[in-house]
């Protein structure tokens, strides 16, 4: 089966409503690809206006965060179905700042996940080592460590519904892209861990990106590796650059 290619803007904490929809109207002509999924993370107070300047587009909708339970007394916070009901799609999860500076780990990354599923929202799982643990050679285990506790409990079905983001630290916002080799090797690395945790079907559906200064000179050599089947791109979706690594 051929996996259809998911390249997803994470946004971060940059742009306000209205520059927000300045950007969706400067992409809107050159993100225009019907045999790839577009998704624009975006900040929570954009959600809704981005929700109607991308009406009529191909692009689909994501946040950056949420919290696990779906109502109540959790001042500050949004919850999943409140992201729904506002026409959000993907949700990203386990984002590596969000691991570093605000202290998420794996368990409430797991609940997470499982809580994105119940509501109807498609995770984004972000997993990837830092620099010391790749110099000590010991990222593999890392990462399937990582996964095992991120997917605890999810079913086959929902994992084949899952995105996994790839973004080793060392390469986040540094322009120190990770190589295609290197990419590759880590992606496939999970996607055989799936079939081992799970089955080969399984494993053959989950689709799979990179994420870590990816840009538009560099994506089309990541993307045409066989177990990458997109980006997730920080820095390089805020510019016009975006339309080129959806066109990659
Ligand atoms: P970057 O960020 O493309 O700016 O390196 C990627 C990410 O953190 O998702």
Same mark, same amino acid.
């Given at each position: 089966?051929?996996?259809?290619?998911?390249?997803a803007?994470?946004?971060?904490?940059?742009?306000?409503?209205?520059?927000?929809?300045e950007?969706?109207e400067?992409?809107k002509?050159?993100?225009?690809?019907?045999?790839?999924?577009?998704?624009?993370?975006?900040?929570?107070?954009?959600?809704?206006?981005?929700?109607?300047?991308?009406?009529?587009?191909?692009?689909?909708?994501?946040?950056?965060?949420?919290?696990?339970?779906d109502?109540?007394?959790?001042?500050?916070?949004?919850?999943?179905?409140? #992201?729904?009901? *506002? %026409? =959000?799609?993907?949700?990203? /999860?386990?984002?590596?700042?969000?691991r !570093?500076?605000? @202290?998420e780990?794996d368990i409430?990354i797991?609940?997470?996940?499982?809580?994105a599923?119940?509501?109807?929202?498609?995770?984004?799982?972000c997993?990837?080592?830092?620099?010391? #643990?790749?110099? *000590? %050679? =010991?990222?593999?285990?890392? /990462?399937?460590?990582?996964?095992?506790? !991120?997917?605890? @409990?999810?079913?086959?079905?929902?994992?084949?519904?899952?995105?996994?983001?790839?973004?080793?630290?060392?390469?986040?916002?540094?322009?120190?892209?990770?190589?295609a080799?290197?990419?590759e090797?880590?992606?496939?690395?999970?996607?055989?861990?799936?079939?081992e945790?799970?089955?080969?079907?399984?494993?053959?559906?989950?689709?799979?990106q990179?994420?870590?200064?990816?840009?538009?000179?560099?994506?089309?050599?990541l993307?045409?590796?066989?177990?990458?089947?997109?980006?997730?791109?920080?820095?390089?979706?805020?510019?016009?650059?975006?339309?080129?690594?959806?066109?990659?």
């Amino acid at each position: 089966m051929s996996r259809r290619r998911i390249i997803a803007g994470n946004w971060k904490m940059n742009k306000t409503p209205s520059e927000a929809v300045e950007l969706v109207e400067t992409l809107k002509n050159l993100v225009k690809n019907d045999d790839v999924d577009v998704v624009y993370c975006v900040p929570a107070i954009d959600i809704c206006p981005v929700a109607e300047a991308i009406k009529g587009s191909n692009v689909q909708l994501g946040a950056q965060n949420f919290y696990i339970e779906d109502k109540g007394a959790y001042t500050g916070e949004i919850s999943a179905p409140m #992201l729904k009901d *506002a %026409g =959000v799609k993907y949700i990203i /999860i386990g984002h590596s700042e969000r691991r !570093d500076i605000f @202290g998420e780990n794996d368990i409430l990354i797991n609940k997470k996940v499982k809580k994105a599923f119940e509501a109807g929202l498609s995770p984004i799982l972000c997993c990837g080592e830092s620099l010391e #643990l790749r110099e *000590a %050679g =010991v990222y593999a285990d890392w /990462i399937k460590r990582q996964i095992k506790w !991120d997917l605890t @409990g999810l079913s086959a079905d929902q994992v084949k519904n899952l995105v996994i983001a790839y973004e080793p630290i060392w390469a986040i916002g540094t322009g120190k892209t990770a190589t295609a080799d290197q990419a590759e090797e880590v992606c496939k690395l999970i996607r055989d861990y799936i079939a081992e945790l799970y089955d080969a079907a399984t494993a053959e559906e989950v689709r799979i990106q990179y994420g870590g200064s990816m840009n538009a000179a560099n994506a089309a050599e990541l993307l045409d590796k066989p177990d990458i089947d997109g980006g997730l791109i920080g820095g390089a979706s805020l510019k016009p650059d975006f339309g080129q690594i959806v066109n990659a």
